[in-house]
């Protein structure tokens, strides 16, 4: 399975990405006969090697002649389902169009189906979307990420009129996002690039631990010679079974030695219903010789705002100490298996897929039924792995996998 590492460090564009691609070994021959299988015409698209910065990079150049259609969401996605391409290319570039489609509608406050796209629904627009996803089917990508975007600062000139950077639809598609302006003035990422970016990349942050095999450099139109105006592209190869699940999350953390017992319980019920993963109280000795907690909180990163906000609002705490962490856990499957008191559901941690390592009977299912039939807990866990274990060797007997 091939994974690619988004790292935006001057923006992103529908042209850089079709340039880091080709760069990376797509056949430009091949994306133009892909790209045939489109009603349009009037277009040539070609690439060249230029330098930015110093670093050598592919730009891809889509010329079309000019034309005045708006086109609506709808005309795109038909003309995309009507080609020839691979399902999972009309997939992605439908996806990614329907993206930009509810961006502009929220800015403009209107139906998504009114939605006339200008800028988005020129030709070379369409060419880079489709292409890009195309280029991403051929070489064979399932997994991606990105680092922080950089979107530039200052105006941006749209059929709309002058409109800050990052463009308002931009800005709305990078919600959630980790971004920033950046050195440079003037839009380094476009609504396009934005658009591709979170159709394809699913984790934002730094460098993920990888080996990679080949580095591409899709350039930007501009040629600024004191900065690199390109995308790059990391291409690695994952297992297609991954050992262990990989998670960009956040530790949110704060130390308090002048709150009531009371309060604690309270702040927990607080945290895990605005999205907290895990809370944990830990008893720690603080200065002037005072008892104290450490709260720690494991957070998704889209949730960490509302958080901070429970943890400095519904505590005595004046500040909060925010960390980025990996986390890697075994993969995880929940099984309903009869045992001699009825149906509990049981926990079974994997490796690679397919190898089973632990078997943990859910906790709340083995005390309904201890209370429910005047038995032991610790009998009742007992018997709850046995029988998962049984049920477990009866599917290896029937070669049946575990994951299914």
């Known amino acids: 399975?091939?994974?690619?590492?988004?790292?935006c460090f001057s923006g992103i564009s529908g042209d850089m990405v079709l340039g880091a691609f080709v760069d990376l070994?797509?056949?430009?021959?091949?994306?133009?006969?892909?790209?045939?299988?489109?009603?349009l015409d009037g277009y040539s698209i070609e690439s060249r090697k230029v330098h930015r910065g110093g670093i050598l990079a592919t730009q891809v150049i889509v010329e079309c002649r000019s034309e005045h259609v708006h086109r609506r969401l709808s005309d795109i996605c038909a003309m995309i389902s009507h080609s020839s391409l691979p399902p999972r290319t009309k997939q992605r570039a439908i996806s990614c169009f329907q993206l930009l489609g509810e961006a502009e509608a929220r800015v403009h406050g209107m139906p998504v189906e009114l939605v006339h796209f200008h800028e988005v629904g020129a030709v070379d627009a369409i060419i880079d979307i489709v292409g890009s996803m195309w280029c991403a089917e051929f070489l064979g990508i399932e997994h991606a990420t990105a680092s922080e975007v950089v979107v530039g600062s200052g105006r941006v000139k749209t059929a709309h009129g002058e409109l800050p950077v990052p463009a308002p639809a931009t800005a709305l598609l990078l919600e959630g996002v980790p971004v920033t302006s950046g050195e440079r003035s003037g839009e380094l990422t476009t609504p396009t690039g934005a658009a591709i970016l979170r159709t394809l990349a699913t984790e934002f942050g730094t460098l993920p631990l990888l080996t990679y095999e080949k580095i591409g450099y899709g350039a930007g139109s501009r040629d600024d010679k004191n900065f690199a105006n390109c995308l790059r592209l990391f291409l690695s190869s994952l297992p297609n079974n991954p050992p262990v699940e990989h998670r960009k999350l956040v530790l949110v953390q704060t130390e308090i030695d002048d709150m009531p017992g009371e309060y604690a319980g309270y702040l927990q019920e607080r945290l895990f219903h605005d999205g907290a993963l895990d809370v944990v109280f830990a008893p720690i000795q603080m200065k002037k010789n005072r008892p104290g907690i450490s709260i720690q909180c494991l957070v998704e990163i889209e949730k960490l705002a509302a958080i901070k906000g429970v943890l400095l609002r519904e505590s005595t705490t004046f500040g909060v100490k925010v960390i980025h962490i990996d986390r890697y856990c075994l993969q995880r499957e929940i099984h309903e298996i009869n045992c001699t008191w009825g149906k509990i559901r049981v926990k079974i941690a994997l490796w690679s897929g397919n190898e089973v390592l632990k078997v943990a009977p859910e906790y709340e299912d083995c005390r309904r039924i201890a209370l429910e039939h005047g038995v032991p807990l610790p009998r009742v866990y007992d018997e709850a792995k046995r029988a998962a274990l049984r049920w477990l060797e009866q599917r290896w007997e029937q070669g049946i996998p575990s994951t299914e």
């Not at 399975?1 to 790292?7: A, E, I, P, R, T």
């Not at 797509?26 to 489109?38: C, G, I, M, N």
């Open 1 to 7: 399975m091939k994974s690619v590492h988004f790292d």
């Open 25 to 39: 070994g797509v056949p430009l021959t091949e994306l133009r006969e892909a790209l045939r299988s489109l009603p």
